[in-house]
């Protein structure tokens, strides 16, 4: 966003900043920082189809499953299931167990709200098995924690 001198000059005003709009650099505006809600969200915003740490971990834990023969599948973000109107849940990956069933698995490191609540809801309509997966961590012996929906 590019302010105009009269606007730089009122934000100077207002925030008490002495110099006259004539004499101020008005090629780029003063940074304002994010709100702590626009900063978390900001935080692992990745392009769609891009693994962030923990989910490459999933992903080479769900490898070696694959090469010991207890799964027979796996894609991440597959699909993408409707909800309701303007609301869609998109699961991390899509495992093909042993025994044929589609299981639906998100990997979290923490959960909000929002995220808990679509992946019931979907659970809910769809005739998948969605489980949740989080990182153990190594002091506790590592692996992943498993809770089914």
Not at 28 to 49: S, Y
Not at 50 to 73: S, V
Not at 94 to 99: I, P, R, W
């Amino acid at each position: 966003m590019r302010w105009s001198e009269q606007q730089l000059a009122e934000y100077l005003e207002r925030t008490g900043v002495t110099g006259s709009s004539n004499s101020a650099d008005v090629s780029e505006p003063p940074f304002i920082p994010p709100t702590p809600k626009q900063a978390m969200q900001a935080l692992g915003r990745l392009p769609v189809g891009t693994m962030n740490k923990t989910e490459k971990q999933y992903a080479g834990h769900l490898e070696q499953k694959k090469l010991a023969g207890k799964i027979l599948w796996f894609a991440f973000e597959p699909i993408k299931l409707r909800l309701a109107d303007n609301t869609f849940y998109t699961p991390d990956f899509a495992v093909m167990a042993a025994d044929g069933v589609i299981e639906l698995h998100e990997v979290k490191g923490f959960w909000t709200d929002d995220a808990r609540v679509k992946i019931k809801v979907a659970a809910d309509k769809f005739p998948f098995r969605f489980m949740a997966m989080k990182p153990r961590a190594q002091k506790a012996g590592g692996g992943w924690e498993v809770e089914e929906f």
